[in-house]
């Protein structure tokens, strides 16, 4: 059974501050994807990473793909108070149709 | 606007009533999936449909029914609610059965069972 881990569950900061959200596998993904949800809401793709080593950047986000594809993290630089939501890392079963998620990582942002 | 949508958004239950959660989506998705979500254990999907006419269990499917009526719409059915089944259910949809195609997911049912 494929799983991933999401690190750190919970993390509350201050309005300007960096931060870094990993997720990590012992199974290799064809893609990662990062969600972001909001109290309320279903899950909204933020970005999905195919390539073993890349990155990608959504404004004060970053988001990286580990080399083998088992891994991927995401770093906001400059938080701010609306990006308070629940970060959810999504892997894709390789050669099939399903997607495992991360228990995901719960951010608040105080300004 | 174009999305997923659940229905209904809340219900309680009591024990061994039986309920069909519904979901329709009306982006011209092939593939349809139900999650529920419970605090610290992130979405596990229950059942899956790769495509029309198609249906999987998923991580833990047991206690669920699923039925994909059309390319549109993907029930889930509780026969005899147990309290292990009070959660958040979430249904989404993808283009293609490509895995690396982003889902669209529902606002959620949020089911209590006493």
């Known amino acids: 059974t494929q799983l991933l881990e999401q690190s750190p569950q919970f993390l509350s900061i201050q309005e300007g501050e960096n931060l870094t959200v990993y997720c990590n596998s012992s199974s290799v993904f064809s893609s990662l994807q990062w969600y972001r949800q909001e109290p309320g809401e279903g899950p909204v793709l933020l970005v999905t990473v195919v390539t073993g080593g890349e990155v990608k950047k959504l404004k004060r986000l970053t988001f990286q793909f580990g080399d083998a594809r088992k891994d991927s993290s995401l770093h906001i630089t400059a938080a701010q108070p609306g990006d308070t939501g629940l970060y959810l890392c999504?892997?894709?079963?390789?050669?099939?149709?399903?997607?495992?998620f991360g228990a995901g990582t719960r951010l608040f942002v105080k300004a | 606007n174009a999305g997923v949508t659940q229905t209904p958004k809340f219900q309680v239950l009591k024990t061994g009533q039986s309920m069909t959660l519904q979901c329709a989506q009306d982006?011209?998705?092939?593939?349809m999936y139900w999650y529920r979500q419970d605090p610290g254990m992130g979405l596990r999907l229950i059942y899956y449909?790769?495509?029309?006419?198609?249906?999987d269990k998923g991580e833990v499917p047991n206690g669920y029914n699923v039925s994909r009526l059309n390319k549109r719409e993907f029930s889930l059915r509780l026969e005899s609610a147990a309290p292990s089944q009070t959660s958040v259910y979430f249904c989404?949809?993808?283009?293609?059965?490509?895995?690396?195609?982003?889902?669209?997911f529902g606002d959620g049912t949020r089911l209590s069972i006493l």
């Open positions: 989404a949809s993808r283009a293609l059965g490509d895995p690396n195609q982003p889902q669209h």
């Open positions: 999504a892997g894709a079963e390789t050669g099939g149709f399903k997607t495992i």
């Open positions: 982006m011209n998705h092939n593939s």
């Open positions: 449909s790769a495509s029309e006419g198609t249906t």
